[in-house]
């Protein structure tokens, strides 16, 4: 079974930083390409970027609200995504969902998310 | 980036009844188009990918047409559990974007 287990997120004050962490179980990570989603309270989704698989480099590609500020990364030997937030503003509040890119290239897979609220 | 645009904003249908809903793109996305589920409380959950294929497990009660810039899902007799906000999503182009939402409430 198929599962993404999201951790890390909390209260920070803005400015400051905070990692999230994606535990993936159920599949091989390694061979699919991750994508961080966010959702602000009682607002619709917005994707947050994306990180290919290994065999596709790896790269990554970012929202512009975020770009500069957030980094995707993975470890595939522990089978983990992790979204670094630096520079955090207010308007980054929101519920974090971590997902898979399925082959189709649809987001096939959502864990339960994670809050991280920006706030002093 | 492509600004996806879903219509109405609600949606009130009867249990057992049919419900549209449409979701149009700013420019082509061709047929990739994905549509989603969510519930109160709940992550999202993948229905319809490719513009019109069922993911595995949706009941085939769910329908998914269209390509381009015009796209639509159809619930062909709404169950209790379908009523839920439902978001498109386009991944042609990067950004990845998504609409805005249609919340389906029972009437």
Redesign the interface.
């Known amino acids: 079974e198929v599962q993404l287990v999201e951790s890390g997120g909390g209260l920070v004050q803005p400015g400051r930083s905070l990692r999230l962490s994606c535990t993936a179980s159920g599949f091989t990570f390694g061979d699919y390409p991750m994508?961080w989603?966010r959702q602000a309270p009682g607002k619709?989704?917005?994707?947050v970027g994306?990180i290919r698989s290994k065999p596709f480099g790896g790269t990554t590609?970012?929202?512009?609200s975020v770009k500069g500020r957030f980094t995707i990364s993975r470890d595939d030997s522990k089978s983990i995504a992790y979204l670094q937030m630096n520079s955090l503003k207010t308007e980054d509040t929101a519920v974090y969902?971590c997902t898979r890119r399925?082959g189709?290239?649809?987001?096939?897979?959502?864990?339960?998310?994670t809050l991280v609220t920006v706030s002093s | 980036e492509i600004v996806m645009t879903q219509s109405p904003a609600t949606l009130s249908v009867s249990p057992g009844e049919r419900a549209t809903l449409s979701c149009r793109a700013s420019q082509s996305v061709s047929s990739n188009l994905a549509w989603y589920q969510q519930k109160p409380g709940q992550a999202p959950r993948l229905l319809i990918y490719g513009a019109s294929t069922r993911a595995t497990g949706i009941p085939a009660r769910f329908s998914g047409s269209g390509s381009g810039t015009e796209f639509t899902l159809t619930i062909s007799s709404l169950q209790s559990e379908d009523f839920a906000v439902y978001y498109c999503q386009q991944y042609n182009n990067w950004p990845i974007t998504f609409g805005q939402g249609t919340r389906l409430e029972i009437k």
């Open positions: 994508s989603v619709g989704l917005e994707w994306f590609e970012y929202a512009a969902y399925g189709i290239a649809a987001l096939d897979y959502w864990g339960q998310g």
